[in-house]
């Protein structure tokens, strides 16, 4: 190895220096003209220029960055032969690094696909051949492959359940540990530890719905454009319009911020649907193509979002809510920030009943070893640098005691992640600690973790000694750190620390991992509805109306209010908080006005009045926090004594601005003013009744309570079967008119066989009741619990098809227990049975203008204004002959405005009035007056009249069902009209017709943030997210394009795509099941899908050549003219058979010093026809790649020229410059039975050997950081 003039330089300072795409790499040396290799638009950074180094230096420093730039173009993985720089040709080859993460990762996923659900549906399913993963692989139940599929895995493959033998893991060099492949198929078994590929439970962008809007229409004739503005989309159907293909040419653009996505909670269609090869749809910042061109752009694709920027779009799927791609383009970028996740689609998943928050940062370290490894518990061994103590097989923090060096070791942890929503309210927060203690830590107090909040200090523990890894029981640090608020946490820390005993010799600590175990609630958001008063609030550019939402994207819209000395305050009035009503019977845990606001100039700190429904309690003049940016203060309503659910429904707020005493001038912006609540909803009813001649203490099954319970004690001659009926479960009553949401029973019982191993007695419960379907009536079996009380949920609206409260008027459910077949006696315990009931009440509206006026054939209804409500104050008309009928005009109902986007599920009109005969002494028998109600002004069909029945002696209701004729909108009723009529009955010539009242009821729903449902979360082939390549042609192909992570844990991904050229998914996919059948481009040999980094080693040799001077053996091939290339050539070779060309004489051009690192054998070909095999057989002393374990090539049809693929001869024992003297090189293709042509245009090797230079890079994407440097020689 020849030495340099200067001594080795080694840079591992892991500082991250980046390679500059645009760099200019001058090189001077002696009477050497300059080059100047540029390397614009690859996003790669130079570390630094290396100058006067020597001739050998810089060719070997430039031809390492060409490679480096190479790579980051997309090129595959290769060796790479550079132009020649100062007149030497260097050869750079290039090494995947294991890129296992050993650490939490605050802004990535740990794998690359990661599948949670845990049926054999689930898993991960591969279906096209050559698909390249950056990045582990995970599943909860297997990873398979379809015929001929195929799928390689820069990373780990784990798997509870079995992997196909069609997955492999890329080959790393020997200094590098292996990828783990923990399987249940594999020899011996394996299959990975569940609690390792956990659900991350990533934050949702938002707990609240975001502004309603509406997709755009197509774009006009000469436009091109179609913007989608960041907020709430509930039509599916208007969005397939744009992209479906009755819009050619649109490019739809989703501007920055979040958008929550639910097509079906309006019972829409689900899908949005891209089907036009002409669309394309870009969400995030825009790149490479400008909004404002007069003609639409090329958009690039992929590229035509900015994936570096924090503005970029978060897509969030709820409900049924499915977004498939057919043909089209699509790309989204998800916002780019240092310590959040990227994730551009999210799949809303259910509550939780606790959450794991890990630690992401180190604060401080005195002793321990690889400190990183305490960010998380339970990491695989197999991780880079995870050491491996004796008796345990963890990734642990090690701290080595002695009274020499140090006798003691703390470390600091903080950054919990994932964060809590802002406004929930945190009812359980735990301190969880796996360690391991060794030698002399016996003290008390020895180990210790201390709890602090920003400088003050909660809690101090004393831990237990362990001797071997374990887990330490919860330490409750909820009042101790007052951890009831989200805020609190971003500010706490955790010390771990161990002391030497006085006295002792040597100890190891071993910290595995702290974390936090979190149950929260998150709040229910209440937006208003209305501004019902304003003074003041005019600013240019903003509207009153601007303060019913916060926070909206890309900018927010405020109210704002311009102050001077001639209008020194101003005011603003929200109305409407509360709709639709919390369930009835609910306990409001947490009731916060949320204020978003702002004050600039003169302007002093805001103040807001609080009003609750129906008077009393509230809050005035509350001052707030004045705010230089936009701001939130937090107003306590429990404190203002709002504790009563009734009092939030129409619950209003007053913010108030103003000047300082000595103001000149200043300016108030109120963003926004919302409700936000957390509640407890209605408890289970009880039974209130229990009857039973079987069950002993039958009272105790009224209710679920863990101890006390009715016991039976069955024998087969006296009590073969026991029952006991509980009833009662009316109480408290339901409004009339409510929609049932959900009706459960639950049943908790025991039941244990008379003899061990006996059969348990068989319990069913029958339900009756006079307002039950007969489906519901049907006797249900229960399964048998031995040994433990257990409870069963029924779910009565599944199972019965209920959908009133009023069905379950007068339940009674009746519990058998019965010898199980052949025994002789057992005993059976009810705990109880409950009914868990959610229903919504009517929203009752009233009519707030009444008109009845008399005419010469007509009476009049007296005091018109009583029928404005049903309340027992009648107006009264006096029929007679004269004037038979009668008729009252109600109009201008005060229907509240919804909130936007509300669904209304029930809307009625109730009509209560009586209707009495009043004639004297008739001659024959009379009718009472017949009545109707005519309705104007829906716009449907229920704009009709209508018949009521009769109702003599009392008053007595009629509906009309408004929702069956299509009312679902309140903008369908802002014209509502109703007109009663009475007329006297047949034969009757005087009667008193009473009309209490006509009154709107209503029940609706407001949108809310809906977790995936129906078949998203249970069937594989409904997929969230898709995307199809069924439509493709050779020119057009589907694309979906997400630079982000893809999170949907309760979800289906399907992602099939033709031609892939570039990664299409770049922060992984963790979903519930994930389908993938991408096929990449010819001679794209680069992830599909992955997660960074993406570390590759550089190693840049001299390059030496060596080429073969003769053929040794030829069979079928053409032979070389004299004086040709002896490996360039054809052959054509007939069906079914063979030919074959051996190659000799490889000379290198130059000396190889030292051992072959690696051997080259470059092959450039192609081929025509039935191709069955393209084969490779290297012959040396020693070999391994010879005869039958020759080395397979790819088959390359149709190029238009040659390809040139690469085999490493090293692996075969090709590693000393003195095997070339007798190496041949065979080439042998074999046809199929339709004949083939083979095209070779050359056999060249290239010989490795004493490096130069060595670049450790980690990728990006296009941009790369250097890790470390080193020059060898």
Known sequence: ??????????????????????????????????????????????????????????????????????????????????????????????????????????????????????????????????????????????????????????????????????????????????????????????????????????????????????????????????????????????????????????????????????????????????????????????????????????????????????????????????????????????????DRQQIAVYGVQPPKPSHTLKPTAVVTNVGFAHPGHALTSGERPTLPGCAQPTGTANCTADADLDPAKRRSASLQLAAFTPRVPPGSVITGATLRVRHEDDGDLTAPGAVKVTTAVGEDTCRTDDLPRHTALATDPPIDLLDACGLTVPSRLTGLTVTYAATLDAGGATATERLDGIWLEVSYRTPTTFKPTAVTASTGFTAAGTAPGDALEIGEQPTSLVAGADLTTSAPSASITLSGFGLPPLPPGSVIDSAVLRVAHQETGDARAPSIDVTPAGGGGGCTDLPLTARTGLGDDRVDLKACGITDPAQLTGLTATYAAGLTPDGAAGADSLDGVWLEVVYDPPPPRPATSAESTTFTAATDAETIDGADTARAALDSVTTPTAAIDLGGYDAPAAAPGSVLDGASLHIAHRDDPGKAGGPPPTVAVTLTGPGLPRSCTTPRTL????????????????????????????????????????????????????????????????????????????????????AQAIDATASTATLAAATPSASLRLGAFATPPLPAGAVIDKVVLRVTHQDDDTTAAPPSPTEPPTTALTVSGTGTACDAHHALTAHEGTPGADVIDLGACGVTKDDQLTELTVDYTAKLGKGSTDAADRLDGVELDIVFRAPSIRALSGCLTAVRGCAVLKSTDDADTTADHSRLVINGTVYAPTGAVDLSMSQVGSQVVTRGIIARTIGLGISPADGYLRPVIGIPPEPVLFTTYPAVIAKPASVTANTGFTTPAPGAPVDVTDATVPGGGRASLTFGGYAPAAAATGPLDHVILQVAHHEDGDVRSVRMSADFAGSTCSGDDALDLPVRLGASGPVTDQVDLAPCGLTRTSQLAGLTVTCTVTAGSGGATEHLGGARIDLLSGPLVQAAVSFDGHTGTVKQWTVLS
């Open 783 to 866: 399964p048998a619990h031995q040994d433990a009380l257990a409870t069963d949920t029924l779910d009565l609206v599944a199972a019965c098809g209920l959908t009133d409260p009023a069905q379950l008027t007068g339940l009674v459910v009746t519990y058998t227990a019965t010898l199980g077949a052949g025994s002789t006696t057992a005993t059976d315990q009810l705990d109880g049975i409950t009914l868990e009931l959610a229903h919504r009440p009517p929203l009752p509206v009233r009519p707030t203008r009444a008109i009845s006026t008399a005419t010469p054939t007509a009476a009049a209804f007296l005091d018109p204004q009583n």
């Open 1 to 338: 190895m020849t030495g340099r003039p200067y001594p080795r330089r080694r840079r591992d300072d892991e500082q991250g220096a980046t390679l500059i795409l645009a760099l200019a790499f001058v090189v001077v040396f002696g009477l050497v003209t300059v080059s100047v290799l540029s390397f614009a638009g690859t996003g790669l950074k130079a570390a630094r220029v290396y100058v006067d180094q020597g001739k050998r230096g810089y060719s070997a420093d430039g031809a390492t960055q060409l490679a480096i730039n190479n790579f980051s173009q997309g090129n595959p993985c290769a060796p790479y032969t550079a132009p020649p720089i100062n007149g030497r040709r260097m050869t750079v080859h290039c090494d995947p690094l294991n890129a296992s993460p050993a650490l939490t990762r605050a802004t990535q996923p740990q794998d690359a696909l990661r599948s949670l659900g845990r049926a054999a549906k689930d898993g991960i399913d591969v279906t096209t051949r050559g698909l390249r993963v950056q990045g582990g692989v995970f599943s909860h139940s297997n990873v398979t492959t379809g015929a001929g599929a195929s799928m390689t895995v820069s990373g780990d493959v784990s798997a509870v359940g079995d992997c196909s033998r069609a997955v492999s893991q890329t080959p790393l060099p020997p200094t590098q540990a292996p990828y783990a492949h923990d399987c249940a198929d594999d020899t011996p078994p394996a299959p990975a530890d569940e609690a390792v590929g956990g659900d991350p439970d990533y934050t949702p962008p938002a707990t609240a719905v975001p502004v309603r809007r509406t997709a755009p229409a197509c774009p006009a004739p000469g436009s091109w454009l179609a913007r989608l503005r960041p907020g709430y989309y509930d039509d599916a159907r208007a969005l397939t319009h744009l992209t479906g293909g009755d819009c050619p040419h649109v490019v739809v653009w989703l501007e920055p911020g979040v958008y929550y996505f639910d097509f079906t909670f309006t019972g829409g269609s689900a899908v949005w649907t891209v089907d036009d090869p002409t669309v394309s749809v870009v969400g995030g910042t825009r790149a490479g193509w400008d909004p404002a061109s007069p003609t639409r752009p090329a958009v690039p694709d992929p590229g035509g979002c900015d994936r570096t920027r924090p503005e970029g779009v978060e897509v969030m799927m709820g409900g049924g809510s499915r977004f498939q791609v057919d043909r089209g383009h699509v790309e989204l970028c998800a916002p780019v920030t240092p």
